[in-house]
């Protein structure tokens, strides 16, 4: 049964921050038995993922460290692969490999987004043999095609996959074919309603050579004794999985103001202050409390067991500071006064020592 195990956590790094910051973070991460991992994202033109990851590597003796989220159009699989493997070596196996549809930096680099879901699967079923064959290695795909090449360090069993979304084809894919599906955004309501239902038709289809699969929730948080403040906070978050998803959001069902839609129309996507934090003052409030966890410590800490009830595993949380805050006040408050709340409600879900994947 799903949702019957550790309930464990993860901490996003989203690249907006300089080294040093992340570094003393993860440092006193690794020491709090309460995180289980990092998740780092791959947003260009941010702070590099896969630098990033290597450092983190040499930084950290416990956590998990993962992509949230790569995918399979912006590098050839074979050097993705190449890289996490390398990560799951030097770090005694603590890699894990977030792969998603694709957006960030596509229009800069003229890349065009093409049939994502049939990508990432061709991929999948590239790296799982890439990584541990010791022969060569062809495979002709969709978006990529690799001829008689191989890692020449193979590893001794795959990498753990795990593959984010929120729109029905990749939740689908993730349900067959991923160890962990990461279910972006959505916290309550129909929206997260539609993607288990997806998520569970992917799973009718899992053959049964593959583990259970872990079922993560990839959620946007802020934490503030004032409600107001920390729903506040969250909009940016949304505005990022909104615009993200803009092709998704006719068939999500999500209606777009008008104002949004004409911003979307007439700027380059960009995790950037200027624009993204305009798209975030235009979110309607309807939205909020369906995308994000957002409020007291009390009040996430029971959005966040709601989820757990549900049958996540692993809920990876992106900290949003709400005024006056910074991002190490959120990790703090998560980790001090809504992670306990959690237990405490929740006691046979603790987490554990273990990993992110099992």
Not at 10 to 39: F, M
Not at 125 to 150: I, N, Q
Not at 254 to 268: K, N, T, Y
Request: aromatic share 6%; glycine share 10%; with cysteine.
């Amino acid at each position: 049964m799903h949702g019957r195990g550790p309930l464990t956590f993860g901490i996003a790094i989203t690249g907006a921050e300089p080294w040093p910051v992340v570094r003393a973070r993860a440092e006193r991460l690794d020491t709090s038995p309460e995180i289980e991992g990092l998740w780092v994202f791959d947003e260009r033109f941010e702070r590099d993922a896969w630098i990033s990851l290597g450092l983190l590597g040499g930084s950290t003796h416990r956590l998990r460290l993962g992509t949230c989220v790569t995918d399979a159009l912006v590098r050839h699989p074979a050097l993705t692969g190449t890289a996490i493997a390398t990560l799951q070596e030097a770090t005694g196996g603590r890699a894990i490999l977030g792969l998603g549809a694709g957006w960030s930096g596509f229009d800069a680099l003229g890349i065009e987004r093409r049939a994502p879901a049939t990508a990432l699967r061709d991929a999948v079923t590239f790296l799982r043999r890439f990584w541990v064959s010791g022969t060569p290695v062809s495979f002709t795909g969709s978006a990529f095609a690799f001829h008689e090449g191989r890692l020449h360090h193979p590893l001794l069993e795959p990498v753990p996959i795990a593959i984010a979304g929120r729109g029905p084809r990749i939740l689908e894919l993730a349900g067959e074919l991923a160890d962990m599906v990461l279910v972006a955004t959505f916290t309550d309501g129909p929206l997260l309603e539609h993607a288990l239902e997806r998520v569970a038709a992917g799973e009718a289809r899992r053959s049964s050579d593959l583990a259970p699969l872990r079922r993560a929730a990839w959620l946007y948080i802020a934490v503030d004794e004032d409600p107001v403040a920390a729903r506040a906070a969250v909009r940016t978050g949304i505005a990022v999985a909104l615009w993200g998803s803009r092709p998704l959001l006719g068939e999500l069902g999500i209606p777009v103001p008008d104002d949004l839609a004409r911003l979307m129309d007439g700027e380059a996507y960009a995790v950037t202050p200027d624009v993204i934090g305009r798209a975030a003052a235009l979110i309607p409030d309807d939205l909020i409390d369906a995308c994000s966890v957002a409020g007291t410590a009390e009040t996430c800490a029971t959005r966040l067991g709601s989820l757990a009830e549900r049958g996540f595993d692993h809920l990876a949380l992106w900290p949003f500071p709400a005024v006056g805050q910074g991002v190490d006040d959120v990790v703090d408050r998560i980790v001090m006064d809504v992670i306990p709340r959690v237990v405490a409600h929740h006691p046979a879900r603790a987490p554990h020592q273990g990993g992110i994947v099992q």
